[in-house]
């Protein structure tokens, strides 16, 4: 019999408690005035079919955000298991996040990493405060994707592969 443990209904108790959630993670990227700009989430939900939506959270401490959120066309790359060093470089608070990564544009704005698992490039349509997030959905308006590569996983606060078998 396994174990259960209680945590607190709080912040640490919610990451705990989702450490136990794989997820996958997906670069949000746009060029703004010939510089690209983005950043790295693990909250990401295909919303609707009809209309094509799909959301995803932002911190509501984010810097990068602002310059994204005035992008026209926003792309989003659903990253692959080779993709580390990328994610952790989006993710960072300082430097240059697109050191040693290949970029592609696409419609207005949105840029994309090349090598992803997917792209899918969209308008931003809405976003709703949820406490110290935003949720943004996006309208899909392109999408494209390579079937021979696995995608990169967040689980347990570290990044992981898919072990099939």
């Known amino acids: 019999m396994h174990e259960l443990l209680d945590f607190p209904a709080d912040g640490n108790g919610l990451r705990r408690a989702f450490a136990n959630f794989p997820s996958g993670v997906v670069a949000v990227c746009a060029e703004i005035d010939g510089t690209p700009h ?6 990401f939900v295909p919303v609707s079919l009809d209309p094509p939506l799909v959301s995803f959270c932002i911190q509501n401490s984010s810097s990068t955000w602002p310059e994204l959120a005035a992008a026209g066309h ?25 050191r040693e990564t290949a970029l592609h544009r696409g419609t207005g704005e949105a840029v994309f990493i090349d090598g992803a698992t997917a792209w899918i490039e969209g308008v931003p349509e809405t976003h709703v405060p949820a406490g110290d997030h935003l949720v943004v959905l996006l309208r899909v308006n392109r999408i494209a994707a390579r079937e021979d590569l696995d995608p990169l996983v967040f689980h347990a606060s570290k990044f992981r ?4 078998g």
Do not use: P
Request: glycine fraction near 14%.
């Open 161 to 164: 592969t898919l072990h099939t």
């Open 38 to 43: 983005g950043l790295a989430v693990s909250t």
């Open 74 to 98: 926003l792309g989003l790359s659903l990253l692959g298991t080779d993709q580390q060093a990328a994610a952790k470089a989006l993710g960072a608070r300082n430097g240059d996040r697109f």
